[in-house]
């Protein structure tokens, strides 16, 4: 008899189950992903207590990292007829710029310095190992003497010439407007790195290794910048002989090359082939031993040298895994999509805008503007005998104009020494370095990202794909129709 009511109970909660409306589409992921993230706060509140509630480092660092992603989103979906969407770290810059000077808000949504630091370091040594890992070393070879002048001349130049104009416009001192023209004067790897990997899948400028003499060039220009810029922080922070700080600059590039060689190498060994998921341990070494180089460089004085040693190793250690760095680029690429809203959102954060002087604005604004002027005439001209042709001489003059990742890495750098300091002279002078990163990220990185679209289908000649010949396409033409097909479809991309 009990037996007969328990079937009759189920059968009815059956009949009812099959009756009831089911949660699906929206409302379920909706349900669904607001449950994961209650549980992950409640999981972290459990943990860290206050560092998750307003005013924490956790709770300030998630929320900018929400924020900065949607502002990333909204001004990628910007499009402009004929024209490729605008770079997302332009929103993600004004997402952090916003969150730190809404009243309020302000207050709830802080990330301590020292956190700011750390996550600004671990996103610079993930862009220098992308682009280590997309250096073509074949095509590095026949360009080497190319690429050695396009990474140093552009660059001492501009730091030389926006030094001397800051000196006189800014009342920045030498040592100070040296500072400011090596963070100026290096090119971005999170806009040009990018576009050319892009260019180079579609097959534009392969041919004579462009996008490769770029990205080489680009990570070089960048480490230059960086021990210009660390050996100026020290002359001006320093009370020791100038000589010796000089003397310092030059051991942190030959220490970062010769770390960079044995950590290299030793990727190439270990992990071994026969190992289970290779590609995720690989990864993880890379990346472990990349921003290890960062820190530790950091920590012994030679601020210098980690990057230049993230570069040679993430080089070398593709270079002995060959083909098989695909996969491993692709997962280093996927870290970077979550570190990239984290710099340029504390980036921006790091300005207050009622602080901001409009004669500093306007004056930067010329120095910048004077220093790009420079820097496209010297790389014209430094390409001149490098085998191009005038367009694409023209191409590769305008791919190196955008600033966003070394400045944004290293322009607080000055101010966070100065503040250490207490000296106000010196916080004056690291705020202006600051603010003039901010704005050349701001008015170069849409104009270089726009100019990388619009110019490359249109001045680079593209090689044919296997899978264009495989399907039958014809392999256009420096100037035909074809290409120009393929100019508008890469420009969406773009």
Same mark, same amino acid.
């Given at each position: 008899m009990a037996s007969s009511d328990s079937s009759s109970c189920c059968a009815s909660c059956l009949h009812l189950k099959d009756k009831c409306p089911r949660p699906r589409g929206?409302?379920?992921?909706? &349900?669904?992903? =607001?449950?994961?993230?209650?549980?992950?706060?409640?999981?972290?509140?459990?943990?860290?207590?206050?560092e998750c509630l307003p005013g924490g480092n956790l709770f300030g660092v998630v929320v900018l990292f929400i924020v900065s992603v949607l502002g990333g989103k909204l001004v990628g979906m910007i499009r402009l007829p004929t024209l490729p969407p605008f770079p997302p770290l332009l929103g993600m810059l004004l997402a952090g710029l916003l969150l730190h000077n809404l009243p309020y808000v302000t207050q709830a949504v802080s990330v301590h310095a020292a956190w700011s630091s750390a996550l600004r370091n671990i996103a610079l040594s993930i862009i220098l190992t992308r682009a280590g890992l997309g250096l073509d070393p074949s095509a590095l070879s026949r360009l080497k003497a190319v690429c050695l002048r396009l990474a140093i001349g552009p660059c001492v130049v501009e730091a030389s010439v926006v030094a001397m104009v800051s000196h006189f416009l800014l009342g920045l001192p030498w040592v100070w407007g040296f500072?400011? =023209?090596? #963070? %100026?004067?290096?090119?971005?790897?999170?806009?040009? &790195?990018?576009?050319?990997?892009?260019?180079?899948?579609?097959?534009?400028?392969?041919?004579?290794?462009?996008?490769t003499l770029l990205m080489a060039a680009g990570s070089f220009d960048d480490i230059l910048a960086?021990?210009?810029?660390?050996?100026?922080?020290?002359?001006?922070?320093?009370? *020791?002989?100038?000589? @010796?700080?000089?003397?310092?600059?030059?051991?942190? /590039? /030959?220490?970062?090359?010769?770390?960079?060689? &044995?950590?290299?190498? $030793?990727?190439?060994? $270990?992990?071994?082939?026969?190992?289970?998921?290779?590609?995720?341990?690989?990864?993880?070494?890379?990346?472990?031993?990349?921003?290890?180089? /960062? $820190?530790?460089?950091? /920590?012994?004085?030679f601020a210098g040298a980690g990057g230049l040693c993230t570069l040679v190793l993430s080089f070398l250690a593709a270079l002995g895994w060959k083909t098989d760095k695909a996969p491993v680029a692709s997962m280093v690429g996927l870290s970077w999509d979550v570190f990239q809203p984290l710099l340029f959102g504390l980036i921006g954060a790091e300005i207050t805008i009622a602080s901001l002087d409009p004669s500093t604005v306007g004056l930067g604004l010329a120095c910048i503007g004077t220093g790009l002027l420079v820097r496209l005439l010297v790389t014209f001209l430094l390409v001149h005998y490098g085998g191009f042709d005038l367009k694409e001489k023209l191409f590769i003059a305008v791919a190196w104009l955008p600033k966003a990742t070394v400045q944004a890495a290293i322009g607080s750098k000055a101010?966070?020494?100065?503040?250490?300091? !207490?000296?106000?002279?010196?916080?004056? $002078?690291? @705020?202006?370095?600051?603010? %003039?990163?901010?704005?050349?990220?701001?008015?170069?990185?849409?104009?270089?990202?726009?100019?990388? *679209?619009?110019?490359?289908?249109?001045?680079?000649?593209?090689?044919?794909?296997?899978?264009?010949?495989?399907? =039958?396409?014809?392999?256009?033409?420096?100037? =035909?129709?074809?290409?120009?097909?393929?100019? #508008?479809?890469? !420009?969406?991309?773009?």
């Open positions: 929206l409302l379920s992921l909706v &349900v669904t992903k =607001g449950c994961l993230f209650a549980l992950l706060f409640g999981v972290v509140w459990s943990i860290t207590g206050s500072i400011l =023209g090596f #963070v %100026l004067a290096a090119v971005s790897p999170a806009v040009v &790195v990018p576009s050319m990997l892009l260019l180079q899948r579609e097959g534009f400028g392969v041919e004579k290794g462009i996008p960086i021990t210009g810029f660390s050996t100026c922080l020290g002359i001006a922070f320093s009370t *020791g002989s100038t000589w @010796m700080n000089i003397l310092k600059g030059l051991l942190e /590039v /030959v220490g970062g090359v010769v770390a960079g060689l &044995v950590l290299g190498l $030793f990727l190439c060994w $270990f992990p071994s082939k026969d190992q289970e998921d290779l590609v995720l341990r690989r990864t993880l070494m890379l990346l472990g031993l990349s921003i290890f180089s /960062v $820190f530790f460089s950091h /920590v012994i004085g101010l966070d020494l100065a503040r250490e300091g !207490e000296d106000e002279t010196l916080v004056k $002078f690291g @705020m202006d370095v600051l603010t %003039l990163a901010v704005l050349a990220i701001l008015t170069t990185a849409p104009i270089g990202a726009l100019g990388i *679209g619009l110019a490359g289908p249109r001045l680079l000649t593209r090689q044919a794909r296997a899978d264009d010949t495989e399907g =039958g396409a014809t392999t256009p033409s420096s100037n =035909g129709i074809g290409q120009e097909k393929d100019s #508008v479809t890469l !420009e969406s991309k773009l």
